[in-house]
């Protein structure tokens, strides 16, 4: 018996996962969407494929997932890859790293979060022009 997969279940995983409460997720998804909406949505077991598509617009994760996670295989392979005969954790008494790698490593780090904060000022800014503009 093959088991079916609660795509509204996934939904709030995903949601949750990625710290977007319903009312944020009921505004990316238009006017005619509210928190308590959200909330029956995510209570469905099917969602319609071009519902579904939305919402993962919205969450920027791909309608596969949403479709295919399945929480108790996900629990499997961590339970397999972490149990008595994972790999578990292994420490390394000797790394082999030039410190500076490490600084140019630690710079470019820094420098992609800058730019994917300024990415998410500008897209929070858009969002609260439209916001503005409902009102």
Do not use: C
Not at 36 to 46: G, N, P, V
Not at 75 to 87: E, L, S
């Amino acid at each position: 018996m093959e088991k079916k997969i609660h795509e509204g279940r996934n939904v709030k995983r995903f949601r949750e996962m990625l710290g977007i409460k319903q009312e944020t997720l009921a505004y990316e998804l238009g006017d005619d969407w509210n928190q308590k909406k959200i909330s029956l949505l995510e209570a469905k077991e099917t969602i319609d494929t071009p519902l579904l598509q939305q919402i993962s617009a919205a969450l920027k994760i791909p309608v596969e997932a949403i479709q295919n996670f399945d929480e108790e295989q996900a629990v499997n392979v961590i339970a397999n890859t972490f149990g008595d005969h994972g790999i578990g954790y292994q420490r390394n008494e000797n790394p082999t790293f030039h410190p500076i790698d490490k600084l140019v490593q630690l710079h470019e780090e820094k420098i992609a979060l800058y730019e994917r904060m300024l990415k998410e000022k500008d897209e929070m800014m858009v969002r609260l022009e439209k916001l503005i503009e409902r009102k």
